[in-house]
């Protein structure tokens, strides 16, 4: 806490915790400018100032401050109008949340890095609440939706970018994965496209918990399986075919038209 002169900024009082906060003893502080030991950052003080000419007062402004070492913090200002001896006097408030901001910094950093990781890994993955809502996803899922990146998906449900049907399979499956508790693992299911094209997955969904244990949602990672159940689905046809022929070898003469991929035959 402190009380500086509002036209040039001269400490008249401090307490402790100002002695704390900047590292100045108080005795070394009184009589001093604010500007002179740079407490604040350039402008900051201006911003305050005009806060306090257009609405009388200053609540929660963050302000970067520097210490008497040189290095710097983030203070939280509230600052309040009085008069001593006729003179206009600004009693100023300061919370130092250097370490609540260096903490969200850190946090920015890791979900930075996580999103990084997932966009990274060559299968889609998303995460959802129990109302079906998007919480998150990576870039490939959300090219898949048909969006530009994750930040288009979350709040949306699968109604918002699916076909109604397939929307309601996928949310019968996240509704049982949840009510049960147990995951869903390497399934394959269809899913269309936002172009129309029609993909094979290998899905897998687990229920996603909180701290304590709760089911609060459902995580689902899925690949891509499209050209290797193209493979499949064009060996058992040919497969198919293959019977057919001896079937039909059994009933009489036959021969396959290569041109046709068929098989004729005669009794």
């Given at each position: 806490?402190?009380?500086?002169?509002?036209?040039?900024?001269l400490i008249?009082?401090a307490n402790?915790?100002?002695?704390?906060?900047?590292?100045?003893?108080?005795?070394?502080a009184?009589?001093?400018?604010?500007?002179e030991?740079?407490?604040?950052?350039?402008g900051?003080?201006?911003?305050?100032?005009?806060?306090?000419?257009?609405?009388?007062?200053?609540?929660?402004?963050?302000?970067?401050?520097?210490?008497?070492?040189?290095s710097?913090?983030?203070?939280?200002?509230?600052?309040e109008?009085?008069?001593?001896?006729?003179?206009?006097?600004?009693?100023?408030?300061?919370?130092?949340?250097s370490?609540?901001?260096?903490?969200?910094?850190?946090?920015?950093?890791?979900?930075?890095?996580?999103?990084?990781?997932?966009?990274?890994i060559?299968?889609?993955?998303?995460?959802?609440n129990?109302?079906?809502?998007?919480?998150g996803?990576?870039?490939?899922?959300?090219?898949?939706?048909?969006?530009?990146?994750?930040?288009?998906?979350?709040g949306?449900n699968?109604?918002?970018?699916?076909?109604p049907e397939?929307?309601?399979?996928?949310?019968?499956?996240?509704?049982?994965?949840?009510?049960?508790?147990?995951?869903?693992?390497?399934f394959?299911?269809?899913?269309?496209?936002?172009?129309?094209?029609?993909?094979?997955?290998?899905?897998?969904k687990?229920?996603l918990?909180?701290?304590?244990?709760?089911?609060?949602?459902?995580l689902?990672?899925?690949?891509d399986?499209?050209?290797?159940?193209e493979?499949?689905?064009?060996?058992?046809?040919?497969e198919?075919?293959?019977?057919l022929?001896?079937?039909?070898?059994e009933m009489?003469?036959?021969?396959?038209?290569?041109?046709?991929?068929e098989?004729l035959?005669?009794?």
């Amino acid at each position: 806490i402190t009380i500086t002169r509002m036209a040039d900024g001269l400490i008249l009082e401090a307490n402790e915790g100002f002695e704390r906060m900047f590292g100045y003893p108080v005795s070394e502080a009184l009589g001093r400018f604010t500007t002179e030991l740079a407490l604040w950052a350039p402008g900051d003080r201006e911003k305050v100032l005009e806060l306090i000419r257009t609405r009388g007062r200053v609540r929660d402004f963050e302000g970067v401050f520097r210490r008497k070492d040189g290095s710097h913090g983030v203070g939280l200002v509230s600052m309040e109008t009085i008069s001593l001896q006729a003179t206009p006097c600004l009693v100023t408030i300061v919370h130092d949340i250097s370490e609540r901001k260096a903490a969200e910094a850190a946090l920015r950093a890791s979900q930075t890095m996580l999103q990084l990781v997932l966009d990274s890994i060559p299968v889609r993955v998303f995460w959802k609440n129990r109302e079906g809502q998007y919480l998150g996803c990576n870039q490939a899922f959300a090219a898949d939706a048909g969006r530009a990146g994750p930040g288009e998906i979350v709040g949306l449900n699968d109604f918002d970018i699916s076909p109604p049907e397939q929307a309601q399979r996928f949310r019968a499956d996240d509704v049982a994965v949840m009510d049960s508790g147990r995951e869903r693992l390497n399934f394959e299911e269809s899913l269309r496209k936002a172009d129309g094209t029609v993909s094979w997955l290998r899905t897998s969904k687990l229920p996603l918990r909180d701290a304590a244990g709760r089911v609060i949602g459902v995580l689902g990672v899925y690949e891509d399986i499209t050209s290797r159940k193209e493979v499949e689905l064009a060996l058992r046809d040919h497969e198919e075919k293959l019977r057919l022929a001896l079937d039909a070898a059994e009933m009489g003469t036959w021969e396959w038209n290569v041109a046709t991929d068929e098989v004729l035959w005669t009794d």
